[in-house]
């Protein structure tokens, strides 16, 4: 299918299912048994429970995205006889909302903002597609894109329809260990190369030229993080005003401008059967600027011991490189100069801090969906007191 966007026009109690292993495939067939709660459930190619309402889910109503869907692109998804539609959310109200939507033949991916408070410019669904949809062809790996929808009027808030693309996303350690040090060290080494080869990525060359203004880079994203951390503010934070002042006093020379992800890590990257990148996810915080920034968050990523309770981040796993490896294979096949890299790691840091408090805060609003936000705000202190340390040298 060719790849469209849409302006539309006017008008126009949920379970979440188990996160599992990717997004995938589902058997041919339109029926499937009713479970006690009213969901629907059907078995995955390799025997994963996958549980859809054929009722709306939150952020969701159905019967007004098909209306929209077959007005905007008739047939282009699916047939005028294709069975209802039902939906699960796959990713709940951390970032963007992610749901899989299908007919019981096949299945799309739409994804939208959060239910709850949003900040600006942080949960643009055109950038997204945007990105996505210019990528195609390129050597990044992009689910297609099939629809944009910047109405709010529909669902709302603004959306996009993109494919399925199968894969696993690996979170933790735990999902690592059982493929062996050989085939983990393939895999983040196939994460680092595909981050290069996005960076490689001339944006004139694929029509972002005018995605961001990568002059004074760095400077902006202090400022834009700070007032993102006031916009969310809840509680004094230990900290937050002394790395925003180191960070303010030491902006660095900016490394030559790239298309930069904002969010690069493992779980954002489907992997498929052969260890391969089969896509990558989550382009809310794409631009244009310094990529070095994309390494630094992912090192911080790396450093993470607890992502969730009880859970080692992926990077712990046997055969995964270390930090400095990262690096290293990082500079040799980018050719950048990594000389101020502490910098880039004290703004990851800062960021990272910023985006957990906002989380923290549509927690306590009693806007977010789904499980595993209550210790979010735990985190925000570490990751100030981190990024101090790595500006001091640490």
Same mark, same amino acid.
């Given at each position: 299918m060719v790849s469209s966007a849409h302006r539309?026009?006017?008008? /126009?109690?949920?379970?979440?299912g188990p996160s599992g292993p990717g997004w995938r495939g589902f058997p041919s067939r339109n029926t499937a048994p009713y479970r006690p709660d009213g969901t629907r459930a059907?078995?995955? @190619? @390799?025997?994963? $429970?996958?549980?859809?309402?054929?009722?709306? !889910?939150? /952020? $969701?109503?159905?019967?007004?995205?098909?209306?929209?869907?077959?007005?905007?692109?008739? /047939?282009?998804?699916w047939p005028a006889d294709a069975g209802p539609l039902r939906a699960r959310v796959v990713a709940g109200g951390r970032s963007n909302l992610t749901y899989e939507v299908?007919?019981?033949? *096949?299945?799309?991916i739409v994804r939208r903002p959060p239910l709850g408070h949003v900040l600006a410019t942080a949960h643009d669904m055109s950038r997204e597609y945007r990105v996505m949809t210019a990528l195609a062809g390129t050597s990044v790996p992009v689910p297609e894109t099939y629809l944009l929808c910047e109405d709010s009027d529909v669902l709302g808030a603004p959306f996009y329809v993109m494919e399925m693309v199968e894969g696993t996303p690996y979170r933790g350690?735990?999902?690592? !260990?059982?493929?062996?040090? @050989?085939?983990?060290?393939a895999i983040a080494g196939r994460?680092?190369?595909t981050l290069v080869d996005l960076h490689r990525v001339d944006p004139a060359a694929v029509g972002l030229d005018g995605f961001g203004r990568p002059e004074g880079f $760095?400077?902006? =994203? !202090?400022? *834009?993080?700070?007032? =993102? $951390?006031?916009?969310?503010?809840? *509680?004094?934070l230990d900290g937050a005003a002394e790395l925003h002042a180191l960070l303010e006093a030491n902006v660095p020379p900016e490394s030559a401008p790239a298309i930069v992800h904002g969010d690069y890590r493992l779980d954002n990257l489907l992997v498929g059967a052969d260890d391969r990148v089969a896509a990558v996810l989550d382009w809310e915080m794409a631009t244009l600027g310094d990529p070095l920034t994309d390494l630094a968050l992912l090192l911080v990523y790396m450093r993470r011991t607890a992502p969730v309770p009880g859970r080692a981040e992926a990077a712990h796993a046997p055969g995964f490189p270390s930090p400095d490896e990262v690096v290293a294979r990082?500079?040799?096949?980018?050719?950048r100069d990594l000389s101020a890299i502490g910098f880039y790691v004290g703004l990851a840091c800062f960021k990272l801090a910023v985006i957990s408090e906002g989380i923290h805060y549509r927690y306590l609003q009693g806007q977010t969906v789904g499980e595993g936000f209550g210790a979010i705000g735990d985190a925000v202190e570490p990751l100030l007191r981190s990024g101090i340390a790595a500006l001091k040298g640490a």
């Open positions: 539309c026009p006017p008008g /126009g109690g949920a379970t979440p059907w078995i995955g @190619e @390799e025997g994963a $429970l996958r549980v859809f309402r054929d009722g709306d !889910v939150p /952020g $969701l109503p159905l019967d007004r995205f098909r209306h929209h869907v077959d007005r905007v692109r008739p /047939g282009a998804l299908t007919d019981g033949t *096949r299945s799309w350690a735990d999902e690592l !260990v059982p493929l062996g040090a @050989e085939r983990v060290a994460m680092i190369d $760095l400077g902006r =994203q !202090v400022r *834009r993080w700070k007032k =993102q $951390l006031d916009a969310s503010h809840s *509680r004094d990082y500079a040799e096949r980018s050719g």
